[in-house]
């Protein structure tokens, strides 16, 4: 099969190339997926996790994308809840191959069946900016309707998932990001946005929760937003600061069908969109990986056409 693969993480995407690999094989309880799209995230070559596996062994060459839309084509000894020929997507275990390849071998647990009307490409973009978003939430802010929620990077990748589920859950929705995105944040259902560049965070004091992405500075001074028993929850790493009386809560997101399943639905019912930027072939995948523009919105490599 044709596959992107990284063999020196030196070299970086320098070091990405289209080869001839293995058609994987899978093991108990996986299946083998035929990829029609996948997505990746660009910071994923400084991530141990793409160079060596579970047990800090080696595992070069190895495949990077984690996120993909497909069709299974085998099962694996003992696996259930899937079937061959069935349309799925999800997210792969971090150790193992990615999907960035004609072929992924994936553990069932880990994919959701895709309805017939969801687009691979559509589905290829939901897994990690929706569970992330879903499992920072519901899961770790536990944000109940009539709360205030500040999401960092509102028109992203994963905030605009979260500002379309936090509106939809009954919050108050503050976004904020750069002037271009003003527009975007809002039609997502944000409430009122905070241009980064322009406009005080000071504004949005008091709130109940913030979701935060970046970090640092922008993180600490949004520590200070949050009411006495808030929540902090972030993707950046672990937080140098909490909220008094509150709770900060960093997390790596993880595999969950059933949450999957639930995103499925609210994009077949229009209540849940994906932004989705650029769409490349697997030929020009290297490229795409490493754009030297600004891409608004999710890359999708569309594996087969």
Not at 218 to 230: D, E, F, N, P, Y
Request: proline share 4%; aromatic share 4%; no cysteine.
């Amino acid at each position: 099969m044709k596959a992107i693969v990284v063999t020196d993480q030196a070299a970086g995407t320098a070091g990405m190339t289209l080869a001839e690999r293995p058609r994987p094989t899978p093991a108990g309880n996986d299946v083998l997926v035929e990829v029609h799209a996948s997505g990746f995230t660009t910071g994923e070559l400084d991530w141990d996790t793409t160079w060596t596996d579970r047990l800090g062994r080696d595992r070069t060459p190895s495949i990077p994308g984690h996120e993909l839309a497909g069709v299974v084509r085998e099962l694996g000894y003992g696996t259930t809840g899937l079937s061959v020929g069935q349309r799925v997507f999800g997210l792969t275990d971090w150790t193992r191959d990615g999907t960035l390849a004609e072929y992924v071998a994936v553990e069932a647990r880990n994919l959701a069946p895709l309805p017939a009307d969801v687009d691979f490409e559509i589905g290829a973009g939901l897994p990690i900016s929706g569970l992330t978003a879903w499992q920072g939430l519901f899961v770790h802010g536990r944000v109940q309707v009539g709360q205030s929620v500040l999401v960092h990077g509102a028109a992203g990748g994963v905030g605009s998932v979260v500002t379309q589920l936090a509106h939809e859950a009954g919050a108050h929705v503050i976004g904020t990001g750069r002037a271009a995105d003003r527009r975007t944040a809002l039609d997502l259902g944000a409430h009122e946005f905070i241009d980064l560049e322009n406009d005080s965070l000071d504004d949005a004091r008091g709130v109940d929760l913030v979701f935060d992405i970046f970090g640092g500075e922008i993180q600490k001074r949004s520590v200070g937003l949050i009411r006495a028993g808030g929540t902090l929850v972030t993707i950046a790493g672990p937080p140098e600061v909490r909220p008094a009386d509150g709770l900060a809560v960093d997390f790596v997101v993880e595999a969950d069908r059933a949450q999957l399943t639930e995103l499925a639905q609210r994009v077949r019912d229009g209540r849940l969109r994906t932004l989705i930027g650029q769409v490349a072939s697997l030929d020009d995948a290297v490229a795409a990986f490493n754009p030297t523009d600004r891409v608004k919105g999710k890359t999708i490599i569309s594996v087969r056409p």
